[in-house]
C-alpha cells in the first residue's frame, strides 16, 4: 500500500529536482504525504539524512543558534518539516547555500502559508526549487479504488483508505475542525473559527460558480476585501483554488470573475455532509461535485508552461476550462455528468471563438469515443491523455 501513499510520479520529480538544487520545498496541505515522501527519499537516496520536525518543541529548540547547528551538518540532508513556522531560518540558509553549495542539503516541507512563499522566494530564489504535493489522483490509485469512491471520499490517503465511508467522512470532518482551530489561525488568518467555516461552507456551496466577493461579504456580514483576505489564505493553503476567465484577443463582452472550486472533493463532501454516494447522486451539488472533480483530476497532471481559465460570454458562449498552452487556447473542456453527453451550440461557439486545436467532453463514461463537429468524449479514466496527443 506504500505504493498508494507516495506515487512514484512524485517521487522521481522530487528526486530530480534534489538531485538540482541545494534547496527543495515540498509544499501541499496537511495529511497529504509531503513527510512520508521526504522520508522514503531520504531512506533511499540520501543516506545519513536528519529530520527536524518544527512542531516538536526538542527539534525547534536545536534551531535557537541555527547558523550554529545546520552548519555542523554540512555534508549531511536535513529536512526541515514545517518550516513556515520559522520564516526567519531562511536567510540563514541562504548563507550556509552561498558557503557550500551541493545538491540536496535543505528539504523544506510546508503546509503552505503566504510567509512561506514569500519569504522563501525572496531569500533562497536561485537556491531552491518547488515541488506541490497534491492529493492522490485517481490516475495514482485506480488499481485500488474505483473511481466513485475517489471522488466521494477524495485525494487525502487516509480518507480514501478508510475501512469504510462513515470512517472516511470522520477523518475528514476533523482534518477541517484542525484547520480551523489551529492551522489557519497559525497561518495569520485572523478571524473567529466560527465565522471561517461559514465561510468555508458557504464556499462549497459555491463550488464551480462565478465569485460573487460582494455577495459572499453580505452573506458572513464582512466587506468583500475581508472575502478576498479569507480567500487568499485558503488558496495559500491549497484548500480552494480560482480559476481565471481567458479574455486575451476576445473582441466580445466577457465575464471576468474568476470561479471557484474546493480543491479535494472529499473535502467539498464533508462540508456539504455528504457521507454516502447515494447521498452525493441526489445532491443539488451534484454536477458541480465531479466538475471540481475532474478540475483538481487535470489540475495534477498540467505540465510546465500550461495553465488553467475558463471562457464565458455574456451571450452565454462558454467552456468550463481552456487548457492554454504557452499563451495560446490549445483545449477546450466540457465537463459534463452523462453518460450520453452531447455538442451545444454553446461549445461550438466557444470552440470557434478561442480556436482550440482540441475539443472535449469529460464524462463518467468507460471508453472514450468520437462525436461530430471535432468534439470528443473523454473518458474519465483517460484524462491522462489530454497532454498525451
Not at 510546508?110 to 492529493?135: N, V
Amino acid at each position: 500500500m506504500s505504493q498508494i501513499y507516495i506515487p512514484r510520479n512524485a517521487e522521481s520529480k522530487v528526486e530530480d529536482l534534489i538531485s538540482r538544487f541545494p534547496a527543495v520545498a515540498i509544499v501541499g496541505p496537511r495529511q497529504v504525504g509531503k513527510t512520508s515522501l521526504a522520508r522514503r527519499l531520504a531512506n533511499r537516496v540520501m543516506p545519513g539524512a536528519l529530520y527536524l520536525d518544527m512542531e516538536n518543541p526538542a527539534d525547534l529548540n536545536k534551531l535557537q543558534e541555527p547558523g550554529l547547528y545546520l552548519g555542523g551538518l554540512q555534508d549531511r540532508t536535513v529536512i526541515l518539516d514545517e518550516v513556515q513556522r520559522i520564516p526567519h531560518l531562511f536567510p540563514v540558509l541562504r548563507g550556509l547555500i552561498d558557503q557550500r553549495r551541493i545538491p540536496g542539503r535543505f528539504i523544506l516541507l510546508g503546509s503552505a502559508s503566504p510567509d512561506l512563499i514569500r519569504d522563501s522566494s525572496e531569500t533562497l530564489a536561485g537556491r531552491i526549487a518547488y515541488f506541490e504535493l497534491s492529493p492522490l489522483s485517481f490516475s495514482e490509485v485506480s488499481a485500488a479504488s474505483d473511481f466513485r469512491m475517489h471522488w466521494l471520499r477524495g485525494g487525502f490517503p487516509d480518507s480514501l483508505l478508510a475501512p469504510d465511508d462513515k470512517s472516511s467522512l470522520e477523518w475528514r470532518v476533523q482534518f477541517i475542525q484542525t484547520y480551523l482551530e489551529r492551522d489557519l489561525p497559525m497561518l495569520g488568518l485572523a478571524a473567529n473559527p466560527v465565522q471561517t467555516r461559514r465561510f468555508w461552507t458557504m464556499l462549497a456551496h459555491w463550488n464551480g460558480n462565478l465569485l460573487n466577493y460582494e455577495s459572499l461579504g453580505n452573506s458572513l456580514g464582512v466587506t468583500s476585501t475581508t472575502i478576498r483576505r479569507h480567500l487568499d489564505f485558503f488558496e495559500s493553503a491549497y484548500l480552494v483554488r480560482r480559476i481565471q476567465p481567458w479574455f486575451a484577443n476576445i473582441s466580445k463582452r466577457l465575464v471576468k470573475s474568476p470561479k471557484v472550486y474546493i480543491r479535494d472533493t472529499g473535502i467539498l463532501h464533508a462540508l456539504l455532509y455528504l457521507e454516502t454516494t447515494e447521498q452525493l447522486m441526489g445532491h443539488p451539488a451534484l454536477g458541480t461535485s465531479w466538475e471540481a472533480c475532474v478540475v483538481q483530476e487535470i489540475s495534477a497532471s498540467l505540465p510546465p508552461f500550461h495553465e488553467l481559465c475558463f471562457y464565458r460570454t455574456q451571450d452565454g458562449a462558454e467552456a468550463d476550462l481552456v487548457i492554454v498552452r504557452a499563451g495560446v487556447p490549445d483545449t477546450l473542456v466540457e465537463i459534463k455528468f452523462t453518460d450520453t453527453p452531447v455538442v451545444t451550440k454553446s461549445m461550438r461557439i466557444a470552440a470557434a471563438d478561442l480556436k482550440t486545436r482540441r475539443n472535449v467532453i469529460v464524462a463518467p463514461v468507460q471508453e472514450s469515443y468520437p462525436l461530430k463537429d471535432g468534439f470528443e468524449v473523454l473518458s474519465y479514466n483517460s484524462l491522462y491523455n489530454l497532454f498525451n496527443s
